[in-house]
DNA sequence: CTATAATAATTATTGTATGAACTAAATATG
DNA sequence: CATATTTAGTTCATACAATAATTATTATAG
C-alpha cells in the first residue's frame, strides 16, 4: 500500500516499506515471514526458553499477536510450548532445531541484503546514515 | 513488531516503521487508518471517481484490498460507490464531502510531523538525505 | 457470430496486528 | 489469612493485506 507525497516523512516511510518488501519477498521463499523470522531473531539469542510474555515486550507487540505467531511457529515445528514449572500461568517459546537453523539461513538472507544496500549506498557513510535514521525512533 | 539488527538494512525498516506508527497514531484521533487516509489522498487527488481497480494499481495493492478497503470507508461515509455507465463491470469510488474534509485535516496531520522531522534532522541536508532514501525504493 | 481471452469486482481463506474481556495463578495489602 | 490487585496467557472481535477462486461483463480471434 503505496503513499505518493513528496516529503521526508514519505521518503522515510516508503524506503523502510521497500526494504521490508524485499525481504520479506526472500525470507517467503523458505517459509518465513518478518513476524516469525523476528520471533525466531528473539528466541535463538535467548538461549533459554522465554515466557510469552517477554516475547511479546521484546518484540514490542501485543500478547494476543503472541499466542497467535507462537500457534503458527508451533504447527511448523519451529517452536515448541513447554510449560513453567516455577509459575504454572507462564508458558515458555523454545526453539526447535529446525528454528534454529531456518533463523541462521535468515540471517544469511539479511546479510546478503545488508550487502546489496551497502552498493546501494555506496557513495554516502554508512555510520553516519543509521545515525541519522536512528535519531527517527 | 520490531527488529533489533543493528545493520543499515533494520536501520531503515526500523526508521520508516515508528514514523508510520506515529503518523498512524495522529491519524488515529480523527478516525483514519494510514490504508483509508492513502485512498483519500488518492481519490482526492483524482477530481474524478475512480475505478477500484485504478484505485489499486495507483495504490498498488490487490484489488480484494481495495473491496474491503472501499467497504469499511463507505461505511464511514467518506465515500460512495456508484456505477459506471459506460462499464457495466466497473465501479468507481467518489471521495465524499465528509471524505474530502477528512483527507485535508489528514494533510495537515502529515505537514506537522513532516515539520516536527524537520527539526529532528535540522543538522543534515534534507534534499541529500531524502535522495539516499529514493534510491532504495 | 461464437468461442475464448481478458478485465472488474467480489467472496473466501489466511496471516498479521490491536484491544477488550476472560480465566488462572501469583503477589500484595489490610 | 483473606481479599484485592497484578500478571500470564488465551479467546473474540475488528482492521488490514495478500492469494485464489468465482461471477459478470467486455473484447478478441477464428
Redesign the pocket.
Known amino acids: 500500500?503505496d503513499h505518493h507525497k513528496q516529503t521526508t516523512l514519505f521518503s522515510v516511510i516508503n524506503a523502510g516499506n521497500a526494504l521490508e518488501e524485499k525481504l520479506s519477498g526472500e525470507l517467503e521463499r523458505i517459509g518465513l515471514?518478518?513476524?516469525?523470522y523476528g520471533a525466531l531473531c528473539t528466541l535463538a539469542a535467548a538461549e533459554e526458553p522465554l515466557?510469552?510474555?517477554?516475547c511479546?515486550r521484546q518484540m514490542?507487540?501485543?500478547?494476543?499477536?503472541?499466542?497467535?505467531?507462537?500457534d503458527?511457529l508451533e504447527k511448523d515445528e519451529l517452536i515448541e510450548?513447554i510449560p513453567?514449572p516455577k509459575?504454572?500461568?507462564?508458558?515458555?517459546a523454545k526453539i526447535t532445531e529446525k528454528g534454529a537453523q531456518l533463523q541462521k539461513t535468515g540471517d544469511e538472507i539479511c546479510a546478503l541484503l545488508e550487502a546489496e544496500l551497502a552498493q546501494t549506498l555506496s557513495a554516502i557513510d554508512h555510520k553516519s546514515f543509521r545515525e541519522t535514521l536512528h535519531k527517527i525512533q
Do not use: E, F, G, H
Not at 515466557?51 to 517477554?54: A, F, K, M, Y
Not at 509459575?87 to 515458555?92: G, I, K, L, N, Q
Open positions: 500500500m515471514s518478518m513476524a516469525k515466557p510469552l510474555s517477554v511479546a514490542t507487540c501485543v500478547k494476543s499477536n503472541i499466542t497467535q505467531l507462537m503458527r510450548r513453567d509459575d504454572r500461568r507462564s508458558v515458555r
